[in-house]
């Protein structure tokens, strides 16, 4: 299976992205073991040109409904796009047919911006060509017009709580969080019968709402059904991605969670809500976590990788630190790169570069600049008592030590470890040393637990490639989780369609 990803139409390229070989993380092999790059040249360059949004296809290959799931519509509601997030990273469609955009408006989610151009959810009516919105409206309306699609499902965090009375500032008939949101109360009837269980719009946003409040984490977070009449003079809404989905007979629906919770708490009302709709649509599905908040915030970060320098270099940036020195890259060239999340994208930034997570910063880089000797592509290792050939660009578990055999010509730096002659030097090369983690200076590690650290490989002054070694502890799983590699779980995702 090969995971393409495009960037905007504007600089339409087809990026097949190359395997990485990890080992030990088994989201990697949820997503079929392929990452997701943006070039940087064409990510966000001096001519301004900005990720576009990805899709990806989780097809069960058993016949159902297809939905269309879409998160980041405005860059500040972070409970939406994590949501869709997870379930492109974690879920597996078992009947039917989920699509997920999960970040449409990535440049905004990346500045936590409500939307660097205005509003992206009040241009589904007209727009002037010359908007700069303008090719990303047009690609999602093909994605939500696609005749496979049956159903349409909107992610938002909105302000309080929305109630049918005025209660108190908080919670009134003007405010939107905690609700399933209809433009009307049913699709038109000449569809009725096409459309199944979502032609009733309100009976089927009902539906959802009640099993949502059969798992409130709280009484004050009960979920409403909100009707914003929008045919009936909304000139706002009537501008909307549900309205758009809604005169082209989709069946469409907003889900908000309230901004007044915690990002996980919103993720947690968001994939509630998602799931009755599966449920209502009989799309099975396995979900890789348990529906609890700690899960939830492990789950958004789990496994997360970069890789960089022509898969010379390995990056796990779970729990990364701040700042991240000294970073091996090439001198010639733009620089390319790789994640494995679909939130997750490296922005220039002065000298550096800084590595986000949908609106978080994860870290800053800080590049050394190097020509690359591309030679070796390899080094001999014992870990834990067993030899090992680790290619570069990974990462290798180890339990209590590990040393790094001598390769002429080469010298082996293996960054926090230092080792002094009886002249009181240190040694230049530290190949041949059995290194434990009480060996290692704690502040050199790549994570803020302190137990990731860097081995880099250099011919004269030429860089041949980086590896991890990785301490942690054998950390508790999360519920669910399956139980080996499986090709079946690999997920077809295409772009720009
Ligand atoms: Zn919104």
Request: net charge positive.
């Amino acid at each position: 299976m090969i995971w393409v990803f495009g960037l905007s139409p504007g600089t339409l390229k087809w990026y097949k992205i190359s395997q990485l070989s990890f080992k030990g993380f088994w989201l990697l092999w949820l997503l079929g073991g392929i990452i997701l790059g943006l070039p940087m040249d064409s990510a966000f360059s001096a001519t301004g040109r900005i990720p576009g949004f990805s899709s990806y296809y989780l097809d069960s290959g058993v016949a159902g409904n297809t939905i269309l799931i879409v998160g980041g519509i405005q860059g500040d509601e972070p409970g939406g796009f994590n949501a869709a997030s997870l379930i492109v990273t974690h879920y597996k469609i078992l009947s039917g047919a989920v699509r997920v955009v999960p970040n449409l408006n990535f440049p905004s989610i990346i500045k936590r911006s409500r939307g660097l151009h205005g509003d992206l959810n009040r241009k589904f009516d007209a727009l002037n060509p010359g908007d700069p919105e303008f090719n990303t409206i047009q690609r999602i309306k093909k994605m939500i017009l696609a005749p496979q699609v049956d159903l349409v499902l909107n992610l938002h965090d909105g302000s309080g709580f929305y109630s049918k009375i005025h209660e108190d500032k908080n919670r009134h008939p003007g405010r939107w969080g905690q609700s399933i949101i209809v433009d009307q109360e049913q699709m038109p009837d000449q569809l009725a019968e096409k459309r199944g269980p979502f032609s009733q719009l309100i009976d089927a946003a009902g539906k959802s709402a009640d099993f949502v409040n059969t798992s409130l984490l709280n009484p004050g977070h009960k979920f409403h059904v909100k009707n914003t009449r929008t045919g009936q003079g909304d000139l706002e809404m009537a501008k909307s991605l549900t309205y758009f989905a809604l005169k082209n007979n989709k069946s469409a629906f907003g889900i908000e969670a309230s901004k007044s919770l915690s990002t996980a708490k919103r993720v947690y009302y968001h994939l509630l809500a998602l799931e009755a709709f599966f449920d209502q649509a009989g799309i099975r599905f396995n979900r890789r976590f348990s529906l609890t908040e700690a899960d939830i915030k492990r789950a958004m970060d789990q496994g997360i990788e970069l890789a960089l320098g022509t898969n010379r270099i390995l990056l796990t940036v779970e729990n990364v630190r701040k700042r991240l020195r000294f970073i091996p890259l090439e001198k010639e060239g733009p620089l390319a790169f790789q994640v494995n999340h679909p939130l997750m994208t490296l922005v220039q930034n002065g000298d550096g570069y800084t590595l986000f997570h949908g609106n978080r910063r994860l870290t800053r880089l800080s590049p050394q600049y190097f020509d690359y000797d591309f030679s070796l592509r390899t080094m001999e290792m014992v870990v834990d008592g067993e030899s090992r050939n680790v290619s570069f660009g990974t990462s290798v578990p180890v339990k209590h030590r590990f040393l790094v055999k001598n390769i002429p010509d080469h010298r082996v730096n293996i960054i926090g470890f230092s080792k002094k002659t009886k002249g009181n030097e240190s040694v230049k090369n530290e190949s041949g040393f059995v290194v434990r983690k009480v060996n290692f200076a704690q502040r050199f590690s790549i994570d803020k637990g302190g137990h990731i650290f860097r081995i880099e490989v250099y011919r004269a002054n030429k860089f041949n490639g980086m590896i991890l070694v990785d301490f942690r502890p054998d950390r508790k799983a999360l519920s669910n989780r399956p139980n080996g590699p499986n090709q079946s779980d690999e997920i077809n995702l295409a772009s720009n369609l």
